[in-house]
Nanobody, 123 residues
Framework: VQLQAYGGGLVQAGGSLRLSCAAS????????MGWFRQAPGKEREFVAR????????YYVDSVKGRFTIFRDNAKNTVYLQMNSLKPEDTAVYYC?????????????????WGQGTQVTVSS
């Protein structure tokens, strides 16, 4: 499956962005979808994941209450709605697809990755 992420940009602290990730070349509903991010000089970290049906989500503590992951299986697209952005959210954001039935919070569980989209939050 091929993943194309987009929607990043420059935003002031407190602002919002919506990231999108379009999937092609596979059966979208076969995959748990996740978002990860990597800040300069830091390791890539898990942000959020959504189950194959879209019914279950999970977030890293630092984004709970601010970010929402959801998917539209009819459009083969997963989204990350980011509100109340903080400068520490600045990173390259990656979408990823996991063929596992459960889990999806660890990097090694994901076989397919998008190219990343830059999110910069100014203070």
């Amino acid at each position: 499956v091929q993943l194309q992420a987009y929607g990043g940009g420059l935003v002031q602290a407190g602002g919002s962005l919506r990231l999108s990730c379009a999937a092609s070349g596979g059966t979208f509903t076969s995959y748990i979808m996740g978002w990860f991010r990597q800040a300069p000089g830091k390791e890539r970290e898990f942000v959020a994941r959504v189950s194959r049906s879209g019914g279950t989500t999970y977030y890293v503590d630092s984004v709970k209450g601010r970010f929402t992951i959801f998917r539209d299986n009819a459009k083969n697209t997963v989204y990350l709605q980011m509100n109340s952005l903080k400068p520490e959210d600045t990173a390259v954001y990656y979408c990823a697809a996991s063929g596992l039935r459960f889990g999806g919070i660890r990097i090694h569980e994901y076989a397919y990755w998008g190219q990343g989209t830059q999110v910069t939050v100014s203070s």
